[in-house]
């Protein structure tokens, strides 16, 4: 069982940066590959970025690619992805989520944790 605690959201002004942050207890992170995943109102939960569990690769959907960057500390258990340059269509609740597989996964379904979520407002 692994709880996850999202942080660091609120409301920006476009061009300004945010990090957000999941906290994680149970388990180590080490255990997991985590994933960021953002859902605006009325649409679909979709992909950010997400790390191995090595913590050795990336991936990044192209709508965040060059303004996001996803790292874990495993010492800390926790989890961050960093977005510069907010652009109102960033707003959204971001999520994080574990996956006990191996991989870069892009699925909602791969992973078995999922935090409760941070709201992000970027203003324009």
């Known amino acids: 069982q692994v709880l996850l605690a999202e942080s660091g959201g609120g409301l920006v002004q476009a061009g300004s940066s945010l990090r957000l942050s999941c906290a994680t207890s149970g388990r180590t992170i080490s255990s997991y590959g985590m994933g960021w995943f953002r859902q605006a109102p009325g649409k679909e939960r979709e992909f950010v970025a997400s790390?191995?569990?090595?913590?050795?690769?990336?991936d990044y959907a192209d709508s965040v690619k060059g303004r996001a960057t996803i790292s874990k500390d495993n010492a800390a258990n926790t989890a961050y992805v960093q977005m510069n340059n907010l652009k109102p269509e960033d707003t959204a609740v971001y999520y994080c989520?574990?996956?006990?597989?191996?991989?870069?996964?892009?699925?909602?379904?791969?992973?078995?944790?999922w935090g409760q979520g941070t709201q992000v407002t970027v203003s324009s």
């Open positions: 790390i191995s569990r090595t913590g050795g690769s990336t």
């Open positions: 989520a574990a996956s006990s597989n191996w991989g870069l996964l892009r699925s909602p379904s791969a992973y078995e944790y």
